[in-house]
């Protein structure tokens, strides 16, 4: 069975500071890949998406960057964090079709300070 | 831009009543889609219904889509306390299936 793991939970960072959240999947190959963000009471934001290694669809302009350098592996980085950073940070995965659901990780809390 | 966006905003019902919410979008769609988001969790794919379907059922869920007006629903009918959580209507923009642009959602809240 396929499982996606997103870490950390929690993080606290203070303004100015790099930023780097990691997703892996297990147990399916060439999935797409995606970075949400959603705000308090929110609906989710799309950040970035991947088809493949090395291919990164950004959806929004912003202080972020993503990257995949192993097919099940995606990467949210920041060099420089904002306040208007803070957030739940959700990473998932999906089979690439249009009828494909995404699998949600559970997400990562980040306060910027 | 949200391609889906949901009504209510929030609904607070009793245990064993049904609750109802709504979704509309924007552009034309081969599916829409309904998640479950649990407070601080990721969230969790419930239900896909295609362009060519008017009505679906799973479990206690009834999911309706009505394509000329650009609307969806989902009914959860005698729900529970742990029924509560947010829900989230997603789409495909046209020519844009590698992506699902979510709605805000509907917070539901169920009383025991």
């Known amino acids: 069975s396929q499982t996606i793991h997103q870490w950390p939970a929690t993080l606290v960072q203070p303004v100015g500071s790099p930023l780097s959240l990691e997703c892996t999947v297990e147990?399916?190959?060439?999935?797409?890949l995606y970075w949400y963000r959603q705000a308090a009471g929110r609906g989710l934001q799309l950040l970035f998406y991947?088809?493949?290694?090395?291919?990164i669809s950004s959806e929004v302009p912003q202080n972020l960057s993503a990257s995949r350098p192993q097919d099940r592996q995606f990467i949210l980085s920041s060099k420089k964090l904002l306040l208007s950073d803070s957030g739940f940070y959700l990473c998932?995965?999906?089979?690439?079709?249009?009828?494909?659901?995404?699998?949600f990780g559970n997400g990562t809390r980040l306060t910027v300070t | 831009s949200q391609q889906g966006e949901e009504d209510p905003q929030a609904l607070s019902i009793q245990e064993g009543e049904n609750a109802t919410m709504n979704c509309s979008y924007k552009?034309?769609?081969?599916?829409l889609q309904w998640y479950r988001q649990n407070s601080g969790r990721g969230l969790v794919h419930l239900i896909l219904?295609?362009?060519?379907?008017r009505e679906k059922h799973s479990g206690r869920l009834r999911v309706t889509l009505d394509t000329s007006k650009k609307s969806s629903s989902l009914l959860i009918t005698a729900s529970r306390a742990a029924d509560t959580a947010s829900y989230f209507c997603?789409?495909?923009?046209?020519?844009?299936?590698?992506?699902?642009?979510f709605g805000a959602g509907t917070r539901l809240a169920v009383h025991p």
């Open positions: 998932a995965w999906s089979r690439g079709r249009d009828d494909s659901p995404l699998h």
């Open positions: 147990g399916t190959s060439n999935p797409n």
């Open positions: 991947s088809v493949g290694i090395g291919q």
């Open positions: 552009t034309s769609i081969n599916n």
């Open positions: 219904i295609r362009s060519n379907e």
């Open positions: 997603a789409t495909h923009p046209s020519g844009g299936y590698n992506k699902l642009i």
